[in-house]
């Protein structure tokens, strides 16, 4: 059972994981939902964008201070590259864009729990220039 939580307000979901190996809790306050995941630790961590926007980066690294183990996948409608490579640097392991969530949501959780990033690939080749720079 894939312990998941959802942050945001992210209605196409909701139907999205009937008769699935996974456990789903929805939250649409990042405290309530920051508090529950200090207490549960929930496998893999859905978190739109939209919530937090600019401050999303700075969102996941509270989440894995207090979750080290919780994988965070971030969602958004269109994020552009600087804003996709912060919230990766920052620790989240994914990046899916919302016109194609509803298709990929169950496959990418999965993925994601099983220790792989969700990127297309011309982020991690983005990524790797990062890290060679440095």
Same mark, same amino acid.
């Given at each position: 059972m894939i312990n998941t939580?959802?942050?945001?307000?992210? +209605?196409?979901?909701?139907? +999205? %994981?009937?008769?699935?190996? &996974? &456990? *789903?809790?929805? %939250? +649409?306050?990042?405290?309530?939902? %920051?508090?529950?995941?200090?207490?549960?630790?929930?496998?893999? *961590?859905? *978190?739109?964008?939209?919530?937090?926007?600019? +401050?999303t980066d700075s969102y996941i690294k509270l989440l894995l201070a207090v979750s080290k183990e919780s994988k965070i996948i971030v969602i958004a409608n269109e994020l552009n590259d600087d804003e996709i490579l912060n919230c990766l640097i920052a620790g989240a392991k994914g990046y899916q864009n919302t016109a194609q969530l509803k298709d990929l949501v169950v496959k990418m959780i999965t993925v994601v729990d099983a220790g792989e990033a969700w990127l297309t690939r011309r982020t991690v080749a983005k990524l790797l220039n990062i890290i060679v720079q440095k």
């Open positions: 939580y959802i942050i945001g307000s992210i +209605e196409q979901l909701k139907q +999205e %994981f009937k008769g699935e190996n &996974m &456990m *789903v809790s929805y %939250f +649409e306050d990042e405290v309530l939902a %920051f508090n529950a995941i200090e207490e549960t630790k929930p496998s893999v *961590v859905l *978190v739109d964008y939209a919530l937090r926007k600019a +401050e």
